[in-house]
């Protein structure tokens, strides 16, 4: 690592290059944040450029890893879908009860194209405001929420 991180006395992150420069307000932004979010991560200026690459987080040294994932938790809200409690209608838009890693909610599917398909069995669905909820591996949810989740597929 050619590099040192470290927050400023305002909690933005600040980079420190190998010949000593100091960038202020740097932005970690993941690659692949669903299929593979330890692996790719670019550390972004505040004008847009790319200032660093990391191939592997766990390649990191403990303290700069644990700034990353303090600034990636603040930034990245994705919460994973758990169960589906109900759907108030199988046409869209539609009001859907869930549970969530993060707690119960309910969202608006506004269309069907909210749900997109990933890699493997794992879906995105993006509801009405722009928040994505993930479902890892739809098969292994309970036979219920499958069945209401099915309808829209």
Not at 22 to 41: K, N, S
């Amino acid at each position: 690592m050619d590099f040192e991180l470290e927050r400023n006395s305002f909690g933005r992150l600040v980079l420190i290059d190998a010949a000593g420069q100091r960038h202020e307000g740097v932005v970690p932004v993941r690659a692949f944040p669903i299929a593979a979010p330890d692996e790719g991560l670019s550390l972004i200026s505040a004008d847009g450029r790319e200032l660093a690459w990391i191939a592997r987080l766990a390649e990191l040294p403990a303290a700069a890893r644990t700034l990353l994932d303090e600034e990636l938790a603040q930034r990245e809200f994705v919460p994973v879908v758990r169960r589906i409690q109900s759907v108030s209608t199988f046409s869209t838009p539609s009001i859907w009860q869930v549970e969530t890693d993060r707690g119960e909610t309910q969202f608006v599917l506004k269309a069907e194209e909210d749900i997109r398909r990933l890699e493997g069995p794992d879906l995105l669905i993006t509801d009405s405001h722009g928040i994505q909820f993930l479902v890892r591996d739809r098969w292994a949810l309970d036979k219920a929420s499958r069945r209401l989740l099915e309808r829209f597929l």
